[in-house]
């Protein structure tokens, strides 16, 4: 009768044990599973526009992909035509061109005059005004508007935002 008490108690105890193991190793699968904290936060790249100059180009990265950031003056937003301002991210009153860095053609990095106000790409001679519209083929189109969401004064590229989603309805970016 001790003896089967005792079984009974270490029954239990080697049971508690394996149990206090099993959770333990799920645990561990779990976080084994889990995306890293830097993994998540891969996909959205956070931009504070205060920080531009007007008509000096920015290039910022989002999924390994650079991203131009122009500021407009005055004088550029008043400039420019209907298809050109279609295309402004505004953020706290401030008109910006972004666009992923990389040309329509066949994806090299234009690079911009800030005198002549365009970029060139020196691949194939495309070129592109500041407010990313193809002003020299061979590009077939402007150049590319990220995913971005407008939050205050900062620019969530990766999250899609109703400005953005009307850019997407309306044809102005693919
Ligand atoms: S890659 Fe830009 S013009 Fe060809």
């Keep these: 009768m001790k ?7 270490m029954g239990k105890a080697f049971g508690a044990v394996a149990a206090v193991g099993a959770i333990g190793s799920l645990v561990a699968m779990k976080k084994t599973w889990d995306p890293l904290p830097s993994v ?8 504070d526009m205060s920080v ?10 989002w999924r390994g992909k ?3 950031v122009l500021k407009k003056t005055a004088a550029m937003v008043a400039d420019q035509t209907e298809i050109q301002s279609v295309r402004d ?3 706290d009153g401030a008109h910006y061109m972004v666009s992923i860095g990389l040309c329509t053609h066949l994806g090299c990095i234009p690079s911009y005059n800030a005198n ?16 990313g519209e193809v002003t020299k083929v061979p590009p077939p ?3 590319d508007i990220p995913p971005f969401k407008i939050e205050g004064n900062t620019l969530v ?16 970016t693919l």
Aim: with cysteine.
């Design 3 to 9: 003896n089967n008490t005792r079984r009974g108690f």
């Design 40 to 47: 998540k936060a891969a996909g959205f790249t956070t931009l």
């Design 52 to 61: 531009y100059q007007e008509n000096k180009l920015a290039v910022e990265k």
């Design 66 to 68: 650079p991203i131009f």
């Design 89 to 91: 991210i505004v953020v």
């Design 116 to 131: 002549d106000k365009d970029f060139l790409c020196a691949c194939h001679g495309g070129k592109f005004d500041y407010a």
């Design 141 to 143: 189109r402007g150049l």
């Design 157 to 172: 590229l990766g999250e899609k935002g109703p400005e953005y989603m009307k850019m997407k309805e309306t044809g102005v």
